[in-house]
T-cell receptor, first 113, second 110 residues
Framework: GAGVSQSPSNKVTEKGKDVELRCDPISGHTALYWYRQSLGQGLEFLIY????????KSGLPSDRFSAERTGGSVSTLTIQRTQQEDSAVYLC???????????FGPGTRLTVL | GQQLNQSPQSMFIQEGEDVSMNCTSSSIFNTWLWYKQDPGEGPVLLIALYKAGELTSNGRLTAQFGITRKDSFLNISASIPSDVGIYFCAGLQAGTALIFGKGTTLSVSS
C-alpha cells in the first residue's frame, strides 16, 4: 500500500477483555515496529520484527502483551486481560530494513474503561 | 539501553519566531532523523542526516548532524501556527533499531 495502515483507528473496551490491533506495513518493508504513546508523551518501544529473525520483544511491558507477524507482512498486537493503564495510542511503523527510516501509521487509540 | 537527551521538553513561542531544539547522546550514531507528530496522527519524517557535519534544509527547517556524531539540532525559522506538534529526534546505530528522543512539544501563538 501507499503507507502504513492500522485498524481499528479507535477501540474502546472493558477492563479484562482481550484486544487485537492490526498493522499493515508498506509493501516490501522487512522491518515492522510497535510503539505505545501515552497522552502527550514520547514513544515507548514495544517490539520489532526484522525479516525472518526472532522478534525483539524487549519492550513489551508484561506477558499480557504479544505480537505476531504473519507471512512477513501484516502484524497483530494482542493485549490480554486489558487494564486501564493500557489506555494509550498504539503506533506501528515499518522500514525497508532495520537500518532505514521508519514510516508510521496513524495509530490505534485504545481506551480501557 | 541507549538514550537520547532531547531538549527542550516544551516550547511556547509567538508566530514568526525562530525555534531551535537538539538531541545529544553519549554514544555515536550513524544516522540522525527528525520527525514531527501532529495531534492525532503518527510521526512523519521531516529530515534525515547521514554524515557527520551534514547540514540539510527542508523549507523553513534546517537540521545538522553534529561533527562528533553524538548530537543533532533542528531549527525552524519564522514559525507559523501549523508548526504546532511534537518533534522527535531519532538516532541509528549499526545493528539496532532507531532510538527516539522523548520529544519537544511546540506551541505557537498567533
Amino acid at each position: 500500500g501507499a503507507g502504513v495502515s492500522q485498524s481499528p483507528s479507535n477501540k474502546v473496551t472493558e477492563k479484562g477483555k482481550d484486544v487485537e490491533l492490526r498493522c499493515d506495513p508498506i509493501s516490501g518493508h522487512t522491518a515492522l515496529y510497535w510503539y505505545r504513546q501515552s497522552l502527550g508523551q514520547g514513544l515507548e518501544f514495544l517490539i520489532y520484527f526484522q525479516g525472518n529473525s526472532a522478534p525483539d520483544k524487549s519492550g513489551l511491558p508484561s506477558d499480557r502483551f504479544s505480537a505476531e507477524r504473519t507471512g512477513g507482512s501484516v502484524s497483530t498486537l494482542t493485549i490480554q486481560r486489558t487494564q486501564q493503564e493500557d489506555s494509550a495510542v498504539y503506533l506501528c511503523a515499518s522500514s525497508l530494513g532495520l537500518q532505514n527510516e521508519q514510516f508510521f501509521g496513524p495509530g490505534t487509540r485504545l481506551t480501557v474503561l | 539501553g541507549q538514550q537520547l537527551n532531547q531538549s527542550p521538553q516544551s516550547m511556547f513561542i509567538q508566530e514568526g519566531e525562530d525555534v531551535s531544539m537538539n538531541c545529544t547522546s553519549s554514544s555515536i550514531f550513524n544516522t540522525w532523523l527528525w520527525y514531527k507528530q501532529d495531534p492525532g496522527e503518527g510521526p512523519v519524517l521531516l529530515i534525515a542526516l547521514y554524515k557527520a557535519g551534514e547540514l540539510t534544509s527542508n523549507g523553513r527547517l534546517t537540521a545538522q548532524f553534529g561533527i562528533t556524531r553524538k548530537d543533532s539540532f533542528l531549527n525552524i525559522s519564522a514559525s507559523i501556527p501549523s508548526d504546532v506538534g511534537i518533534y522527535f529526534c531519532a538516532g541509528l546505530q549499526a545493528g539496532t533499531a532507531l532510538i527516539f528522543g522523548k520529544g519537544t512539544t511546540l506551541s505557537v501563538s498567533s
